[in-house]
Protein backbone atom coordinates (compact mmCIF):
# COMPACT_ATOMS: atom_id res chain seq x y z
CA UNK A 1 0.00 0.00 0.00
CA UNK A 2 1.08 3.14 -0.76
CA UNK A 3 0.54 6.95 -0.34
CA UNK A 4 -2.73 8.33 0.83
CA UNK A 5 -4.56 4.99 1.10
CA UNK A 6 -1.74 3.75 3.81
CA UNK A 7 -2.25 6.71 5.51
CA UNK A 8 -6.02 6.50 5.44
CA UNK A 9 -5.30 2.88 6.67
CA UNK A 10 -2.83 3.57 9.09
CA UNK A 11 -5.15 6.21 10.71
CA UNK A 12 -8.21 4.15 10.89
CA UNK A 13 -5.91 1.12 12.68
CA UNK A 14 -5.15 3.99 15.15
CA UNK A 15 -8.93 4.71 15.45
CA UNK A 16 -9.55 1.12 16.44
CA UNK A 17 -6.91 0.39 18.14
CA UNK A 18 -7.72 3.50 20.85
CA UNK A 19 -11.12 2.50 20.91
CA UNK A 20 -10.17 -0.83 22.02
CA UNK A 21 -7.91 0.61 24.49
CA UNK A 22 -10.67 2.83 25.79
CA UNK A 23 -12.70 0.39 26.01
CA UNK A 24 -10.72 -1.60 29.34
CA UNK A 25 -12.09 0.57 32.07
CA UNK A 26 -9.39 0.55 35.05
CA UNK A 27 -10.70 -2.30 36.75
CA UNK A 28 -9.36 -4.20 33.91
CA UNK A 29 -6.25 -2.63 33.66
CA UNK A 30 -5.37 -3.18 36.81
CA UNK A 31 -6.94 -7.15 36.58
CA UNK A 32 -4.43 -7.25 33.93
CA UNK A 33 -1.80 -6.75 35.04
CA UNK A 34 -1.80 -8.78 37.88
CA UNK A 35 -2.43 -11.64 35.98
CA UNK A 36 0.60 -10.09 33.65
CA UNK A 37 2.70 -10.55 36.80
CA UNK A 38 1.69 -13.89 38.05
CA UNK A 39 1.52 -15.26 34.87
CA UNK A 40 5.43 -14.75 34.70
CA UNK A 41 5.44 -13.29 30.93
CA UNK A 42 8.07 -11.42 31.76
CA UNK A 43 10.71 -14.61 32.99
CA UNK A 44 10.28 -15.78 29.94
CA UNK A 45 9.59 -12.86 27.32
CA UNK A 46 12.55 -10.53 27.88
CA UNK A 47 15.95 -10.85 27.55
CA UNK A 48 18.39 -10.16 30.74
CA UNK A 49 18.83 -6.48 30.89
CA UNK A 50 16.64 -6.31 27.33
CA UNK A 51 13.24 -4.31 26.57
CA UNK A 52 10.17 -5.44 28.59
CA UNK A 53 8.71 -8.57 26.42
CA UNK A 54 10.66 -7.43 23.19
CA UNK A 55 11.96 -11.16 23.58
CA UNK A 56 13.61 -13.40 25.93
CA UNK A 57 16.77 -15.57 26.35
CA UNK A 58 17.14 -19.38 25.18
CA UNK A 59 14.93 -21.53 27.19
CA UNK A 60 17.10 -24.50 27.03
CA UNK A 61 14.97 -27.72 27.15
CA UNK A 62 15.69 -30.88 26.47
CA UNK A 63 13.47 -31.01 23.13
CA UNK A 64 16.26 -28.31 21.97
CA UNK A 65 16.09 -24.53 22.90
CA UNK A 66 13.60 -21.72 22.52
CA UNK A 67 13.15 -18.23 22.28
CA UNK A 68 10.34 -16.28 23.10
CA UNK A 69 9.02 -14.40 20.93
CA UNK A 70 8.56 -10.06 21.10
CA UNK A 71 5.11 -9.67 22.62
CA UNK A 72 5.02 -6.17 23.21
CA UNK A 73 2.37 -4.12 20.50
CA UNK A 74 4.72 -3.39 17.94
CA UNK A 75 2.56 -4.13 14.87
CA UNK A 76 5.49 -5.11 12.66
CA UNK A 77 7.61 -7.69 15.27
CA UNK A 78 5.42 -7.70 18.07
CA UNK A 79 1.65 -8.57 17.99
CA UNK A 80 0.15 -5.38 17.79
CA UNK A 81 -2.10 -5.70 14.31
CA UNK A 82 -3.77 -9.31 16.48
CA UNK A 83 -7.21 -9.27 16.75
CA UNK A 84 -8.78 -9.98 20.85
CA UNK A 85 -9.68 -13.63 18.93
CA UNK A 86 -6.13 -13.81 17.86
CA UNK A 87 -4.64 -13.33 21.57
CA UNK A 88 -7.65 -15.53 23.25
CA UNK A 89 -6.66 -18.77 20.58
CA UNK A 90 -3.22 -18.40 21.67
CA UNK A 91 -3.63 -18.53 25.66
CA UNK A 92 -6.47 -20.61 25.34
CA UNK A 93 -5.69 -23.20 22.10
CA UNK A 94 -1.98 -22.87 21.58
CA UNK A 95 -2.47 -22.05 18.23
CA UNK A 96 -1.18 -18.90 16.04
CA UNK A 97 -3.11 -16.46 13.91
CA UNK A 98 -2.49 -18.53 11.01
CA UNK A 99 -3.82 -21.96 12.74
CA UNK A 100 -0.20 -23.51 13.36
CA UNK A 101 0.40 -24.95 16.76
CA UNK A 102 2.64 -23.62 19.60
CA UNK A 103 5.63 -25.71 21.16
CA UNK A 104 4.14 -26.26 24.65
CA UNK A 105 7.58 -24.44 26.11
CA UNK A 106 4.87 -21.46 25.96
CA UNK A 107 2.35 -23.11 28.65
CA UNK A 108 -0.55 -22.00 27.18
CA UNK A 109 -1.01 -25.79 29.01
CA UNK A 110 -1.84 -23.77 32.13
CA UNK A 111 -3.11 -20.50 31.01
CA UNK A 112 -5.60 -22.20 29.42
CA UNK A 113 -7.66 -22.28 32.35
CA UNK A 114 -7.38 -18.79 32.89
CA UNK A 115 -11.57 -17.21 32.31
CA UNK A 116 -11.83 -15.34 28.93
CA UNK A 117 -12.57 -12.33 30.74
CA UNK A 118 -9.05 -12.69 32.70
CA UNK A 119 -7.62 -13.06 29.21
CA UNK A 120 -9.21 -10.17 27.89
CA UNK A 121 -7.76 -8.23 30.90
CA UNK A 122 -4.41 -9.22 30.13
CA UNK A 123 -4.74 -8.49 26.25
CA UNK A 124 -6.11 -5.13 27.27
CA UNK A 125 -3.01 -4.64 29.60
CA UNK A 126 -0.76 -5.36 27.27
CA UNK A 127 -1.67 -3.30 24.78
CA UNK A 128 -0.92 -0.23 27.25
CA UNK A 129 3.45 -1.25 27.58
CA UNK A 130 5.65 0.21 25.13
CA UNK A 131 5.82 -1.11 21.62
CA UNK A 132 9.28 -2.39 20.99
CA UNK A 133 10.91 -3.47 17.15
CA UNK A 134 13.03 -6.12 17.63
CA UNK A 135 12.91 -9.42 15.27
CA UNK A 136 12.45 -12.60 16.73
CA UNK A 137 14.85 -15.23 16.92
CA UNK A 138 13.82 -18.75 15.83
CA UNK A 139 14.16 -21.25 18.09
CA UNK A 140 16.95 -24.38 17.85
CA UNK A 141 15.48 -27.83 17.64
CA UNK A 142 16.78 -31.07 16.30
CA UNK A 143 14.70 -32.93 14.20
CA UNK A 144 11.97 -34.32 14.66
CA UNK A 145 10.80 -31.75 17.44
CA UNK A 146 11.43 -28.83 14.68
CA UNK A 147 8.65 -29.93 12.71
CA UNK A 148 5.53 -27.82 13.84
CA UNK A 149 3.26 -29.62 12.36
CA UNK A 150 3.67 -32.38 14.82
CA UNK A 151 2.19 -30.39 17.35
CA UNK A 152 -1.10 -30.73 16.24
CA UNK A 153 -1.19 -34.35 17.35
CA UNK A 154 0.11 -33.56 20.34
CA UNK A 155 -2.00 -30.84 21.67
CA UNK A 156 -5.09 -33.32 20.06
CA UNK A 157 -3.64 -35.86 22.86
CA UNK A 158 -2.70 -33.69 25.69
CA UNK A 159 -3.80 -30.51 25.67
CA UNK A 160 -7.38 -29.72 27.42
CA UNK A 161 -8.56 -25.76 26.44
CA UNK A 162 -11.25 -25.62 29.35
CA UNK A 163 -11.44 -22.94 31.57
CA UNK A 164 -11.09 -23.67 35.06
CA UNK A 165 -14.22 -24.89 36.96
CA UNK A 166 -14.57 -23.94 40.79
CA UNK A 167 -15.16 -26.74 43.11
CA UNK A 168 -18.62 -25.69 45.11
CA UNK A 169 -17.66 -27.91 47.55
CA UNK A 170 -14.82 -25.66 48.97
CA UNK A 171 -14.56 -22.65 49.84
CA UNK A 172 -14.05 -18.98 47.68
CA UNK A 173 -10.36 -18.62 49.21
CA UNK A 174 -9.40 -22.27 48.10
CA UNK A 175 -11.24 -21.59 44.40
CA UNK A 176 -9.42 -18.79 44.25
CA UNK A 177 -6.06 -20.21 45.27
CA UNK A 178 -6.68 -23.24 43.13
CA UNK A 179 -7.42 -20.88 39.87
CA UNK A 180 -4.04 -19.00 40.41
CA UNK A 181 -1.61 -21.62 40.83
CA UNK A 182 -3.40 -24.01 37.97
CA UNK A 183 -4.06 -20.79 35.19
CA UNK A 184 -1.91 -18.09 35.81
CA UNK A 185 0.57 -19.18 38.32
CA UNK A 186 1.38 -22.12 35.80
CA UNK A 187 3.37 -23.53 38.83
CA UNK A 188 2.68 -27.06 37.78
CA UNK A 189 4.61 -26.70 34.48
CA UNK A 190 7.83 -26.68 36.32
CA UNK A 191 6.51 -28.89 40.03
CA UNK A 192 5.18 -31.80 38.03
CA UNK A 193 7.07 -34.14 36.50
CA UNK A 194 6.62 -34.84 32.89
CA UNK A 195 5.95 -37.93 30.66
CA UNK A 196 8.02 -39.10 27.93
CA UNK A 197 6.22 -37.63 25.25
CA UNK A 198 6.47 -34.03 27.77
CA UNK A 199 2.89 -33.45 28.98
CA UNK A 200 2.67 -32.98 32.74
CA UNK A 201 1.97 -36.50 34.71
CA UNK A 202 -1.30 -35.30 36.60
CA UNK A 203 -0.96 -38.40 39.03
CA UNK A 204 2.10 -37.02 40.28
CA UNK A 205 1.19 -33.40 40.39
CA UNK A 206 3.27 -30.89 42.27
CA UNK A 207 5.42 -33.91 43.01
CA UNK A 208 9.08 -32.24 41.66
CA UNK A 209 10.60 -32.58 38.42
CA UNK A 210 13.49 -32.66 36.93
CA UNK A 211 14.24 -29.68 34.14
CA UNK A 212 17.45 -29.64 32.71
CA UNK A 213 19.93 -29.25 35.53
CA UNK A 214 17.48 -28.19 37.63
CA UNK A 215 15.85 -30.10 40.41
CA UNK A 216 12.46 -28.52 41.15
CA UNK A 217 11.41 -29.46 44.65
CA UNK A 218 8.26 -31.15 45.44
CA UNK A 219 5.59 -29.02 47.00
CA UNK A 220 3.10 -31.27 48.33
CA UNK A 221 1.66 -31.45 51.68
CA UNK A 222 4.54 -34.60 52.34
CA UNK A 223 6.07 -34.09 55.33
CA UNK A 224 9.16 -35.52 54.35
CA UNK A 225 9.96 -35.50 50.11
CA UNK A 226 7.10 -31.99 50.22
CA UNK A 227 6.72 -29.12 52.18
CA UNK A 228 4.09 -30.89 54.67
CA UNK A 229 6.09 -29.02 57.59
CA UNK A 230 6.30 -25.68 56.68
CA UNK A 231 3.46 -23.51 58.86
CA UNK A 232 1.18 -21.11 56.87
CA UNK A 233 3.08 -18.30 58.24
CA UNK A 234 6.31 -20.17 56.59
CA UNK A 235 4.74 -20.06 52.91
CA UNK A 236 3.42 -16.93 52.78
CA UNK A 237 6.82 -15.39 54.12
CA UNK A 238 8.28 -16.98 51.45
CA UNK A 239 5.72 -16.07 48.45
CA UNK A 240 5.98 -12.88 49.27
CA UNK A 241 10.07 -12.47 50.10
CA UNK A 242 11.99 -15.83 48.71
CA UNK A 243 13.28 -16.83 52.20
CA UNK A 244 12.67 -20.63 53.28
CA UNK A 245 11.88 -21.16 56.83
CA UNK A 246 15.71 -22.36 57.20
CA UNK A 247 16.69 -18.99 56.15
CA UNK A 248 17.83 -19.84 52.54
CA UNK A 249 16.64 -17.33 49.86
CA UNK A 250 15.01 -18.92 46.89
CA UNK A 251 17.11 -19.12 44.47
CA UNK A 252 17.24 -20.85 40.40
CA UNK A 253 13.90 -19.97 37.92
CA UNK A 254 11.49 -19.73 41.29
CA UNK A 255 13.32 -16.21 42.88
CA UNK A 256 11.74 -14.74 39.45
CA UNK A 257 8.89 -16.62 39.77
CA UNK A 258 8.43 -14.74 43.71
CA UNK A 259 10.14 -11.19 42.85
CA UNK A 260 7.80 -10.74 39.51
CA UNK A 261 4.93 -12.60 40.67
CA UNK A 262 3.60 -13.93 43.60
CA UNK A 263 5.57 -11.01 45.37
CA UNK A 264 3.43 -8.50 43.77
CA UNK A 265 0.06 -10.02 44.52
CA UNK A 266 -2.17 -8.44 47.29
CA UNK A 267 -1.90 -10.20 50.60
CA UNK A 268 -5.31 -11.81 49.61
CA UNK A 269 -4.44 -13.58 47.23
CA UNK A 270 -0.78 -15.51 48.30
CA UNK A 271 -3.14 -16.57 51.24
CA UNK A 272 -5.24 -18.23 48.89
CA UNK A 273 -2.55 -19.58 47.16
CA UNK A 274 -1.31 -20.88 50.80
CA UNK A 275 -4.70 -22.73 51.03
CA UNK A 276 -4.41 -24.27 47.85
CA UNK A 277 -1.18 -25.36 48.38
CA UNK A 278 -1.72 -26.65 51.60
CA UNK A 279 -4.72 -29.00 50.51
CA UNK A 280 -2.66 -30.87 48.00
CA UNK A 281 -2.34 -34.39 48.81
CA UNK A 282 0.82 -35.44 49.80
CA UNK A 283 2.88 -37.23 47.02
C1 LIG B 1 8.12 -20.52 30.32
C2 LIG B 1 8.32 -19.49 29.34
C3 LIG B 1 7.13 -18.63 28.93
C4 LIG B 1 6.27 -17.93 29.74
C5 LIG B 1 6.24 -17.88 31.25
C6 LIG B 1 5.38 -17.22 28.85
N1 LIG B 1 5.67 -17.50 27.54
FE1 LIG B 1 4.73 -16.77 25.91
N2 LIG B 1 5.87 -17.96 24.71
C7 LIG B 1 6.95 -18.70 25.14
C8 LIG B 1 7.55 -19.37 23.99
C9 LIG B 1 8.76 -20.29 24.01
C10 LIG B 1 6.78 -19.00 22.86
C11 LIG B 1 6.96 -19.47 21.42
C12 LIG B 1 6.15 -20.73 21.17
C13 LIG B 1 6.30 -21.28 19.78
O1 LIG B 1 7.07 -20.75 18.97
O2 LIG B 1 5.63 -22.27 19.46
C14 LIG B 1 5.74 -18.09 23.36
C15 LIG B 1 4.77 -17.50 22.55
C16 LIG B 1 3.83 -16.59 23.01
C17 LIG B 1 2.87 -15.94 22.16
C18 LIG B 1 2.76 -16.08 20.64
C19 LIG B 1 3.49 -14.92 19.99
C20 LIG B 1 3.63 -15.01 18.51
O3 LIG B 1 4.30 -14.13 17.93
O4 LIG B 1 3.11 -15.94 17.88
C21 LIG B 1 2.10 -15.13 22.97
C22 LIG B 1 0.96 -14.22 22.55
C23 LIG B 1 2.60 -15.29 24.31
N3 LIG B 1 3.64 -16.18 24.31
C24 LIG B 1 2.08 -14.63 25.40
C25 LIG B 1 2.49 -14.86 26.70
C26 LIG B 1 1.89 -14.21 27.85
C27 LIG B 1 0.78 -13.17 27.80
C28 LIG B 1 2.52 -14.70 28.95
C29 LIG B 1 2.23 -14.42 30.41
C30 LIG B 1 0.85 -14.64 30.85
C31 LIG B 1 3.52 -15.65 28.47
N4 LIG B 1 3.47 -15.70 27.12
C32 LIG B 1 4.37 -16.38 29.29
C33 LIG B 1 7.38 -18.85 26.42
C34 LIG B 1 6.75 -18.35 27.54
C1 LIG C 1 10.03 -21.76 36.06
C2 LIG C 1 9.89 -22.88 36.96
C3 LIG C 1 9.06 -22.66 38.22
C4 LIG C 1 7.78 -22.17 38.32
C5 LIG C 1 6.87 -21.68 37.22
C6 LIG C 1 7.44 -22.24 39.71
N1 LIG C 1 8.48 -22.75 40.43
FE1 LIG C 1 8.53 -23.00 42.48
N2 LIG C 1 10.46 -23.58 42.36
C7 LIG C 1 11.21 -23.71 41.20
C8 LIG C 1 12.57 -24.06 41.56
C9 LIG C 1 13.70 -24.29 40.57
C10 LIG C 1 12.63 -24.13 42.97
C11 LIG C 1 13.86 -24.42 43.83
C12 LIG C 1 14.50 -23.11 44.14
C13 LIG C 1 15.54 -23.19 45.24
O1 LIG C 1 15.58 -24.19 45.97
O2 LIG C 1 16.29 -22.23 45.40
C14 LIG C 1 11.27 -23.82 43.44
C15 LIG C 1 10.91 -23.79 44.79
C16 LIG C 1 9.63 -23.59 45.27
C17 LIG C 1 9.23 -23.70 46.65
C18 LIG C 1 10.16 -24.07 47.81
C19 LIG C 1 10.21 -25.55 48.00
C20 LIG C 1 11.34 -26.05 48.86
O3 LIG C 1 11.24 -27.18 49.35
O4 LIG C 1 12.35 -25.34 49.03
C21 LIG C 1 7.88 -23.43 46.71
C22 LIG C 1 7.01 -23.43 47.94
C23 LIG C 1 7.46 -23.14 45.35
N3 LIG C 1 8.54 -23.26 44.50
C24 LIG C 1 6.17 -22.80 45.01
C25 LIG C 1 5.79 -22.40 43.73
C26 LIG C 1 4.50 -21.83 43.40
C27 LIG C 1 3.36 -21.62 44.36
C28 LIG C 1 4.54 -21.55 42.07
C29 LIG C 1 3.46 -20.91 41.22
C30 LIG C 1 3.04 -19.58 41.64
C31 LIG C 1 5.84 -21.94 41.55
N4 LIG C 1 6.57 -22.45 42.59
C32 LIG C 1 6.22 -21.82 40.23
C33 LIG C 1 10.74 -23.53 39.91
C34 LIG C 1 9.49 -23.01 39.56
Request: charged letters at 20%; aromatic letters at 10%.
Amino acid sequence: MRGPSRAVALALAGVVLAAAVAAATPEELARGELLFHIGGCTNCHTAKDGPLLAGGDAIVTPFGTFYAPNITPDPETGIGRWTRDDFLRAMRFGKAPDGSPYYPAFPYTSYARMTDDDLLALEAYLRTLPPVRRENRPHELPFPYNIRFGLHLWQWLFHDPTPFRPDPARSPQWNRGAYLVEGPGHCGECHTPRTFFGNLDRARAYAGAQLGKETIPNITSDPVRGIGRWSRGDLSTFLLIGIKPDGDFVGGDMAKVVRNGTAKLPEADREAIVEYLSSLPPR
